[in-house]
């Protein structure tokens, strides 16, 4: 079983500039949901996805979006970089056939992004 | 909305010392508790979680938590902490419906001087 994996693991970029961070989810899962972890802070909720369609949003402006695709791997966009958006960010994975797993969520390694 | 509270910050302990880590939830419905570790350089791994029944749950590495509705409250213990513990500790709730999204505290930062 492949856990959850994430891409790129660490990415540099100036204020303005566009970023994209992909996920691939735990084999058996159909739902993705993307954090926010700033340092020194716990990680906050972006948005979910589930089978392709944004099931939950956090509190983040448009400019954050998302993408999950038919093989349940997902993308986050983030437009117009500013200085805060630097963090790391986090994707988990859940779901399955029974229905406890669908309440676990289980956390990549995150994309660590700096914007200068 | 729910929020999740976790009073201390920094937590230094001494090997083979005892552990009580404090959580304390708000949301006006029923709930999912967890507790993920990050390890230094690591990724989030969940310790353990509760969704219903008994309300002491025991995760990996010797670690427990009791759910006290009354106190909207989920502390993790452990009765001897190693200096392989050493990590962020992170409370997380969730609602009671499939697929929705956590809510993390602060974190707790715990360090075990061997």
């Known amino acids: 079983e492949t856990g959850v994996t994430q891409s790129p693991t660490h990415l540099i970029k100036t204020r303005g500039q566009q970023v994209t961070l992909r996920c691939s989810s735990q084999?058996?899962?159909?739902?993705v949901s993307w954090y926010q972890q700033a340092l020194g802070q716990g990680p906050q909720f972006i948005f979910q996805?589930?089978?392709?369609?944004?099931?939950g949003r956090g509190n983040f402006p448009p400019r954050f979006s998302g993408l999950q695709f038919p093989n349940y791997s997902s993308e986050l966009n983030v437009n117009a970089l500013e200085l805060d958006d630097s963090a790391l960010y986090l994707c988990?994975?859940?779901?399955?056939?029974?229905?406890?797993?669908?309440?676990?969520?289980?956390f990549g390694p995150g994309t660590r992004l700096t914007v200068l | 909305a729910q929020s999740v509270s976790q009073h201390n910050h920094h937590v230094i302990l001494s090997e083979a010392a005892s552990l009580e880590l404090g959580c304390n939830y708000s949301?006006?419905?029923?709930?999912?508790l967890f507790w993920y570790v990050q390890y230094p350089g690591q990724h989030l791994q969940l310790l353990l979680k509760?969704?219903?029944?008994?309300?002491l749950v025991k995760g990996i590495k010797g670690f427990e938590a009791e759910f006290i509705k009354s106190k909207f409250s989920f502390n993790l213990r452990k009765p001897s902490v190693q200096w392989s513990d050493t990590a962020e500790y992170f409370c997380?709730?969730?609602?009671?419906?499939?697929?929705?999204?956590?809510?993390f505290g602060t974190g707790t930062r715990l360090t075990i001087i061997p």
């Open positions: 988990a994975s859940s779901g399955g056939t029974g229905v406890i797993s669908y309440n676990e969520q289980f």
């Open positions: 084999s058996g899962h159909n739902t």
């Open positions: 996805y589930y089978r392709e369609e944004e099931n």
């Open positions: 949301y006006g419905g029923t709930v999912n």
């Open positions: 509760y969704f219903s029944g008994d309300p």
């Open positions: 997380a709730v969730s609602s009671n419906f499939g697929n929705e999204k956590l809510t």
